[in-house]
């Protein structure tokens, strides 16, 4: 074979690549329309009930915390705030060092109490178990370290509701968002699982846990996060539902049946991404046995976060991310293709490997053949300048779309000055901040291919 005919076949390969990621895209934009249009039309203003019906299933949130002084007393009193008939919460300290512990004692009255429960789950040793003597449905486990998935395990074993709702610590609830998290259980007996989606807290006006006024932040990196979101769930995630395909729920909130993941073996500790490989493994397990189950997306169910405003705490998190996506898929690979799989094992498990784990490789790959092929004369430069305005006039336009939708169906930001902002991070993120994005996801990569000692790091709080 030539030097050019091997030059062509990579032109084209790179080419090929491009258009069916971007007809994916397409596709998953054009589902989240048709999920959130059918959505909205049988949506009211107000559909929250104020009465309620009776049928509301009691809920047990699980609010793991490891150094969280700065946000976690914000975020119980968000919780405690909650506008539903019946819910307990339990925090678990896993071992902070930063006197997270001491601060829940003072703040919510706590005493050590001796609470029976089975270990269903193996957990890491619970040093001790408190109840607040001025809110009876919160209880704190004191243990040792162990991680994310451990703390969550240990929450289980304690949790006395049939579903339970994992929260970060540094999140806030919007009051009916875990009424909104429950419809999909009420409504189908069959749901094992549904996520809300996560919003940006960076900006807003948040007095005693409750927010008081949603606003955009001031720092550029994250307003760049602000419109990631959108497209991570406006069109990831309400796309995929659409055919029961969703395979990541966030971590940072999360309702699931309890027995179905117990059943399971609960939250992985072989991986730096418990939250999605919990939902992969549900599909591999409940698929694989032919029983009819649902994963369901409540788009009204609102969680806001604290997001990093650094590049190396970002960068972490980037990198756990791509990290756990690639640990989760590899865990459980007999979804792949699995006969009984349906949308998830035939569409979404491959979209994953294709398009979210290669497609690092791929872009860095393309910008090096690229670069070598106009230093050696084999690329033109109007050939990159044509590629590049490509490649950016489609990034535009998939945050525009996700921008959109935000807009028609939930209207957060009001004030026109915002949604110009929105416009203008849509346009500048395809300069920089994409790219790196790309590169922290091929650190990750690296990182699992060379099983190196899998870190959470460190995440600096400004407490919003």
Known sequence: MSNSSIVNAVQYFFLCYFIAINVCYLALSISAFLVLNSYLKTRTIGSHPRNYLGLEPPISILVPAYNERAVIVDSIYSLLQLDYPEYEIIVINDGSSDRTLDVLIEEFSLEAFPYAYCDRLPTEAIAAIYRSTIYPNLRIIDKKNGGKSDALRAGINLAEYPLFCGVDADSILQRQALWYLAQPFMEDLNTVAAGGIIRIANGCRIESGYLVQAGLPKSPLALFQVLEYFRGFLLGRLGWSAVNAMLIISGAFGLFHKETVVAVGGYESKTIGEDM??????????????????????????????????????????????????????????????????????????????????????????????????????????????????????????????????????HVYPKFQDLLLLFLVAVLENFGYRQLNTLWRLIGIWRWLTRSQARWGRMKRKGY
């Open 277 to 410: 490989e919990l939902v992969v493994h549900l599909h591999h397990f409940l698929s694989q046995r032919g029983k009819p189950y649902r994963i369901a997306f409540a788009p009204e169910a609102v969680c806001w976060t604290e997001c990093p405003e650094d590049l190396r705490t970002l960068q972490n998190q980037r990198v756990r991310w791509q990290r756990g996506l690639c640990e989760s898929l590899e865990l459980n690979p007999g979804l792949l293709l699995h006969p009984k799989g349906g949308a998830a094992a035939w569409l979404a498990f491959p979209y994953m490997f294709f398009f979210e784990v290669l497609s690092s490789i791929t872009i860095v790959a393309g910008y090096l053949f690229v670069g070598l092929g106009i230093y050696l004369g084999f690329v033109s430069f109007q050939a990159l300048q044509v590629f590049l305005l490509i490649e950016i006039a489609f990034g535009i336009a998939i945050s525009l779309n996700a921008l959109f939708l935000e807009e028609i169906a939930f």
